[in-house]
């Protein structure tokens, strides 16, 4: 089995697929594992948040509120590319298909949450994970009360959530003191987990390296081979082929250009999130516990010394260049939610960092065989890639194992 891709979703299919006894090879153009998309994300494992982006009226909302100032943002020059992919993005935000799409999100996102736990059981990883859940904070009781309804008609038995008023707030993460005052309240969500998905996938390879599989950083890949109809390996740029009986891409949003030369479109658009990342002085003014704050739609987590802030989302095509003003937006909705620490962040220490989200039209990613005998796909996971990978892994390895699946694979089939 040859895998496409080390970021956290080829990594830990990797692993997946060594611990039932197959030979593996993963190949990655990059020198490390996880240098895109999984480099510097979020930091959070969140079943919870695993609904859709294109929730009922996102038309308007994105209409409404896309600027320079804005968590969305729409560049011109991206728009020819952005058509047909967004038709469907807003054809798939009725609320029937929303609510549909959203379920199947939210039931891998959980699977995975439990299919990670099991990994630290058999593996000992260290990746400064926190496993105590997480703070969704809200600054108006409507925007609280639209977030619950929410969740209810999602409905998920395996999402835990919990309303707490502001006073458990404080008491839980007193970093938030200061902006108490303005806080309507927050949903702990005990099940949600953080931590740093590079180190993680770093992890994956080294957990599978010594179950024997063969990992090949700085490989560059000419094309995937075909014989008769039949994938048959990978041929690289020095025209080394590796043969394989299957083919697992799990590149992200390089996976459209994988796999267009055999005849598949993949309906896959890169949306481009920020994190800046700040080695801290003050750790006692630092939040602990992982936070996301709706109003200005970043998020924050610690790895040990460092806090990662992340958020924002650009359709900017392909273009992974890092934009100050983007930045300086994110680093100034990091300094109102933590106000102590507005000097060291905006001190210039932080470390800036741009990666592109895979998004498909509808959420859910895609999982399992394509029409090409021996192609299969680990893919489009949007900003969940992180909190649905070791589900994902698990699906594709019961599949090449030829097991059946621990959940329905019907919602992800390519």
Known sequence: MTIIGAGVVGATTALSLAERGLT????????????ETSHANGGGVTPGHAEPWNSPGIGKRLLSGSGAGEPFR???????????????????SKASRYYANARH?????????????????????????????????????SELEHALKLRRQIDDPGVEIRVIDVDEVVAMEPALVPVAGRMA???????????????????????AQQLGANIRLGAEIQRIEQRQGRVVGVRLQND??????????AAGCNSPALVRPLGL???????????????????????????????????TAR??????????????????????????????????????????????????WAGLRPMTPKGPPMLGPTRVPGLYLNTGHGSMGWTQAAGSAEVLADLLAEKAP?????????
């Not at 090879?25 to 594992?33: F, M, N, S």
Request: include cysteine; proline fraction near 6%; aromatic fraction near 8%.
């Open 74 to 92: 729409i560049h011109a020059h991206a728009l020819p590319g952005l058509v047909g992919w967004g038709l469907r993005f807003l054809w798939q």
């Open 185 to 207: 309240g927050a949903m702990l969500l005990p099940l949600h987990e953080s931590g740093d998905a590079c180190a993680f996938s770093a992890e994956m390879l080294r957990c």
């Open 240 to 249: 080394e082929l590796l043969d394989a009986d299957a083919v697992v891409v």
């Open 24 to 35: 593996v090879t993963v190949l990655d153009r990059h020198r490390q594992a996880a240098a």
């Open 105 to 141: 999100n939210t039931r891998l996102a959980v699977y995975s949450g439990q299919c990670l736990k099991r990994l630290r059981e058999r593996h000992a990883l260290a990746y400064h994970q926190y496993t105590d859940g997480s703070l969704e904070l809200y600054f108006s009781r």
């Open 265 to 299: 479109r993949l309906p896959i658009y890169p949306v481009k999130g920020y994190s800046a990342t700040l080695e801290l002085e003050q750790l006692e003014l630092a939040p602990t516990i992982p936070l996301l704050d709706l109003e200005h739609r970043i998020v």
């Open 303 to 352: 790895f040990g010394k460092r806090l990662r802030m992340a958020g924002l989302a650009d359709f900017d095509g392909y273009n992974r260049s890092i934009r100050p003003d983007r930045i300086e937006l994110l680093l100034e909705s990091a300094c109102a939610l933590l106000p102590r620490l507005a000097e060291e962040i905006r001190s210039g220490r932080a470390e800036p």
């Open 406 to 414: 621990a959940i329905d694979l019907a919602p992800y089939r390519p």
